[in-house]
């Protein structure tokens, strides 16, 4: 078998070496499609049905994370697998020593020795991490985005791994969903933007460098619109939502070379989006051009079953794999059944051979079938993760993705000298929670706590008191977290210092599992009683700067009319309490803006900026007949976008010209900045259009555009912003692009709800 196996991979390697002299001189890294694709029908004349049923076939490592063990699943029969060609990847198999055994059983010891992929939740790092991904949105800083998920992708890829489960690329409304943490926020534009991001940094510019992985665009799709905000729940949307909200970010991802897309766990108007041939096959694959390959999600072809869509697995395997889910992750669907529904004729060889041929592609891609040990480097390995740079690399992300939401009467930036400080929070000593949800390769109790990041300030008396107890017993990603609400001994003691205290620091949140897959929360309030310790806290000292660390929007109206400071810190990562320290003292002026809506109460979400008017929008005089709540407010308590600075910044001379000349639509927008504040900072610049009157109703508002700039105090800077046909048009119902001539309103600022604003006719 060896020497079979050895023999394919020279005759490939041949056929490789002849195509890359062919290749264009601009472009020397990229090999023919054509030339790959002669390889692969090379070698799938060589394999059995059988074998190339076992290409689309997904393994766990032996140990199980996001799911259960199937009945009568041993690691036995994965290794007999392996041994006999019937695996095409695996997941959660992480470290050098590791991946190369595996790949070493999969290239030696099978008939046709074709490589593995190497699959992980590379979410936002490995060892070393940024912040989760919802609060590198928060920055809007695209380059950096792009730079954390590179510093992922080469500590990942010094690990074995060559293939990562993100980016999380579901535009969600609704915060009580807790994978809400895992992608862009609310916007498809944002979102769109990230996305490309997000694949460029994990893909970089040629795949077969050994510092690159390849990413996955998931969930395929409106998993974000789950309904109630409840994990694994249904989504139903209607079709100008899925093409104008939902589906944009996945093509410019596609566009953007993308290797594998992962359909999900949700329903989509009643079905199973891995059994949807509509989504796979006739958008992604035929309307899309992918030329990629789509993976289930966690035994979702499997699940099929229990939505009541099949009726065993062999069903499940026949639905799903003429939909188009090429790769079956951790579901034993496709490998006990595929094979026999071809053999029958139920399923055509011709729907193997495609997915099998996609699959094959990105493993050619990668340089797998030049090297399979490629990734498997020890010296790499001990020398590049967490690496001095990557550390710097992921402060700078954690400090750019801090949204300073209120800072009345200047509380902030505090004085370095002086002061008697208090710190108070279970959350600012704790080196676990803020390194976040869905870091499987970190070590616990790894992150910079804000206490020990303040500490290194010491002109300042800094004392810290937890306050209460919040999480009890084990923290953990796969285990529910047990709040305390009862004991509220340590209040009494954090109250007494606050008396004292010039400034009161409370860090208060949510901890880094309760935000992450199965994590939805009802009620989205400060978890256990750290509500009470801030009202307490707040009654003997009302200087209280608050820094939340969350993997999500929070309800908190009453801190909001009450404490003057208040700063989103989200969960920053490895460096996090030096993030926070930096940015509390002054020595970073925050920039960051809300990725998502923060609602008044769960009773407003869905709550997002861009939603249509309705036809009873506005207040009615002297009648209820009008779209409103009896008992709140419409308005959110902080709305998309928003986010204050150390300095002010002052808008002016919108101007709008068109180009009447050009037969595509182009509107020339501009616009003065200027910083008329006390000290340096940056902005973003955000420009948001309204279509007045459409075929299709159109957002009150849509972020078109935006754009981070730094300015010196008394610095003005004219920001010019170029709307096309891309930015101006929409999706209709039947699925046609189209611009339409009309009115528009432009407005422009530092959030979505700016007041500076001008028309133009299209």
Excluded at 77 to 87: A, M, T
Excluded at 141 to 148: K, R, T, V
Excluded at 296 to 314: L, P, Q, R, T, V
Aim: aromatic share 8%; proline share 3%; hydrophobic share 40%.
């Amino acid at each position: 078998m060896k020497h079979l196996a050895e023999f394919t991979l020279l005759v490939l390697g041949i056929v490789l070496s002849v195509s890359t002299c062919s290749v264009n001189k601009n472009n020397s890294r990229l090999i023919n499609e054509d030339v790959i694709d002669r390889k692969i029908d090379s070698l799938l004349t060589l394999m059995t049905l059988k074998e190339k049923v076992g290409q689309m076939n997904l393994y766990n490592g032996f140990w199980d994370v996001t799911g259960p063990v199937p009945k009568g699943v041993s690691s036995n029969l994965k290794y007999e697998h392996l041994k006999k060609g019937y695996v095409g990847a695996m997941l959660n198999v992480r470290g050098v020593e590791h991946v190369r055994e595996i790949q070493r059983i999969a290239v030696e010891e099978s008939r046709l020795g074709i490589p593995l992929l190497f699959g992980f939740d590379v979410i936002h790092g490995y060892k070393t991490l940024s912040p989760i991904p919802l609060a590198e949105s928060a920055s809007w800083d695209l380059d950096a985005i792009q730079n954390s998920a590179r510093i992922a992708a080469a500590e990942a890829s010094a690990a074995g791994i060559n293939w990562t489960f993100a980016p999380m690329i579901d535009i969600s409304r609704d915060p009580r969903w807790g994978r809400v943490m895992e992608g862009g926020g609310e916007d498809v534009y944002l979102g769109s933007k990230i996305a490309v991001a997000r694949v460029k940094g994990f893909q970089g510019d040629d795949l077969k460098d050994r510092n690159t992985i390849a990413a996955t665009a998931k969930h395929f799709a409106a998993y974000g619109f789950a309904e109630a905000g409840r994990d694994y729940n249904t989504a139903n949307i209607d079709n100008v939502t899925l093409l104008n909200t939902v589906l944009p970010p996945f093509k410019a991802a596609v566009d953007n070379d993308v290797k594998t897309i992962m359909n999900g766990f949700n329903t989509i108007n009643g079905v199973p989006v891995t059994a949807s041939k509509y989504l796979q096959r006739d958008i992604l694959k035929d309307g899309w051009d992918f030329n990629g390959f789509v993976v289930s999600d966690w035994a979702s072809i499997n699940e099929i079953i229990f939505w009541g869509h099949a009726k065993d697995k062999n069903e499940a395997a026949k639905i799903a794999s003429i939909a188009g889910s090429d790769m079956d992750m951790e579901g034993y669907v496709y490998i006990q059944e595929l094979t026999h529904l071809v053999k029958e004729g139920t399923v055509s060889e011709s729907i193997v051979d495609d997915a099998v041929k996609r699959i094959l592609r990105v493993k050619y891609e990668l340089g797998l079938f030049d090297d399979p040990y490629r990734y498997c480097n020890e010296k790499n390995e001990k020398e590049i993760i967490g690496k001095k740079s990557h550390h710097e690399a992921v402060l700078d992300m954690a400090k750019k993705s801090i949204v300073l939401l209120k800072n009345d009467n200047n509380l902030l930036p505090l004085k370095k000298e002086g002061q008697k400080i208090a710190l108070i929070g279970e959350l600012a000593g704790d080196k676990n929670s803020a390194l976040g949800s869905w870091r499987l390769a970190s070590d616990d109790n790894t992150a910079v706590s804000v206490l020990e990041g303040m500490q290194a300030y010491n002109g300042n008396e800094l004392t810290y008191k937890k306050g209460v107890d919040v999480f009890l017993g084990r923290t953990t990603f796969i285990h529910e977290l047990n709040i305390n609400t009862t004991d509220s001994s340590g209040i009494d003691e954090a109250v007494e210092l606050a008396k004292s205290s010039d400034v009161v620091v409370m860090v208060l949140g949510e901890h880094g599992f309760q935000s992450g897959e199965a994590r939805s929360r009802t009620s989205l309030q400060l978890p256990g009683l750290q509500q009470e310790l801030l009202e307490a806290v707040y009654k003997v000292n009302k200087n209280i700067v608050l820094v939340l660390q969350n993997g999500r929007p929070l309800v908190l109206e009453w801190a909001v009319e009450n404490i003057p400071t208040i700063l989103e810190a989200w969960q920053l990562g490895t460096q996090s309490g030096n993030a926070i320290a930096q940015v509390l003292y002054g020595d970073y002026n925050p920039s960051g803006k809300l990725p998502m809506t923060f609602p008044r109460n769960e009773g407003q979400i869905p709550i997002y900026y861009n939603h249509v008017n309705t036809g009873r929008a506005s207040s009615r005089e002297g009648n209820v007949f009008w779209s409103h709540y009896s008992d709140k407010e419409n308005t959110p308590l902080y709305p998309f976008g928003h986010g204050l600075s150390y300095t002010k910044f002052k808008y002016s001379n919108l101007s709008i010209v068109q180009n009447s000349s050009s037969t595509d639509s182009k509107v020339k927008v501009s616009v003065d900045v200027s910083n008329i504040g006390d000290y340096n900072g940056k902005e973003v610049v955000q420009l948001y259009i309204r279509d007045l009157v459409a075929s299709v109703t159109r957002p009150v508002k849509e972020l078109k555009g935006f754009e981070l700039i730094a300015l010196q105090k008394g610095e003005t800077k004219t920001i010019t912003f170029e709307l096309t046909d891309n930015e101006l048009g929409f999706f209709n119902n039947n699925g046609d692009f189209i611009v339409e001539k009309g009115d528009f309103q432009i407005f422009v600022g530092g959030s979505s709800i700016t007041s500076l604003q001008d028309q133009f006719t299209l």
